[in-house]
């Protein structure tokens, strides 16, 4: 087969962009763990201030002890607009909107989701210890550029799960651990 020598260029053209393409797609995946957000849940928007599980925003623990963080997006705000999180533990963000198509961004991470009206997107990621710009990256209207929030994020042993009172053990407990590990275990 006879193939022009202007149409070997572009063929090889196009090849070598898909498996840069292809390439850069995976690096991402593999190497610093982007994946799309690929649960499908919905919501009726009309009614969000008043369903269960956005009723009260921000974080939560479940029976199991997982961390989770739930967020409205409004024009122009992310309620809750700050939130404080333990450190290097996966936690799982439900983002909803109640009126337009919003962005959330959690600036310099792989947290990233569209927010659409109707759906709950999620997806789990885990932070070090600092502060996070959450930033709305879809135009949503005038008000687009002030739409940011604040991520606050502490070492875990520092955290506690707002509602529960502190965990942390006092002095006491230590020593008790100690005596035991001393006394009885023998090694
Ligand atoms: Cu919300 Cu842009």
Redesign the pocket.
Known sequence: MKVDLYEKIWMWGVTGMLVLFFGSMANGALTANRHPPSHVETIDPMAVMKDPRFATQGVRVDADGRVHAWII?L??TWLPAEMTLPADTPITFHVTAVD?T??FHIVRTNGQTMVLPGYISQFTTQFAAGEYLVA??????IG?HN?AGKLVVVPAAEWSAPGSAAVAPGPDAVVVVAGEEAGHEGH
């Open positions: 997006g024009t122009f337009v919003h962005g709305c990256n879809e135009y949503c209207g687009h739409m």
